[in-house]
Nanobody
Framework: QVQLVESGGGLVQAGGSLRLSCAASGRTFSTYDMGWFRQAPGKERVLVAASWRNGGSTYYVDSVKGRFTISRDNARTTVYLQMNSLKPEDTAVYYC??????????????WGQGTQVTVSS
């Protein structure tokens, strides 16, 4: 069992930065692929960034490439999402997720509770 707790959301002006953190419980953190999803009001939840368990492979949705960076610290069992040059369209609830290699990002095994990010224009 893995528990995920996000932090770091808030209100920021367009062009600003935020860093989200997701602290994971459990000793098997390094065996999970970690991802950040977001869900805007009235829209589907989408994967915006992912880090595979080997630490070397990452994924970014096109709309955040060059602005967001995902990183993980296996020793601290924490995954981060550094968000720079934020835009109003980045406003959403951001969720941390963990999946084993047997799963796809369509149905990760574990979810955090979400943290609100609001970008004002």
């Amino acid at each position: 069992q893995v528990q995920l707790v996000e932090s770091g959301g808030g209100l920021v002006q367009a062009g600003g930065s935020l860093r989200l953190s997701c602290a994971a419980s459990g000793r098997t953190f390094s065996t999970y692929d970690m991802g950040w999803f977001r869900q805007a009001p009235g829209k589907e939840r989408v994967l915006v960034a992912a880090s595979w368990r080997n630490g070397g492979s990452t994924y970014y949705v096109d709309s955040v490439k060059g602005r967001f960076t995902i990183s993980r610290d296996n020793a601290r069992t924490t995954v981060y999402l550094q968000m720079n040059s934020l835009k109003p369209e980045d406003t959403a609830v951001y969720y941390c997720a963990a999946k084993s290699t047997m799963r796809t990002w369509v149905r990760p095994e574990y979810w955090g509770q979400g943290t609100q990010v609001t970008v004002s224009s």
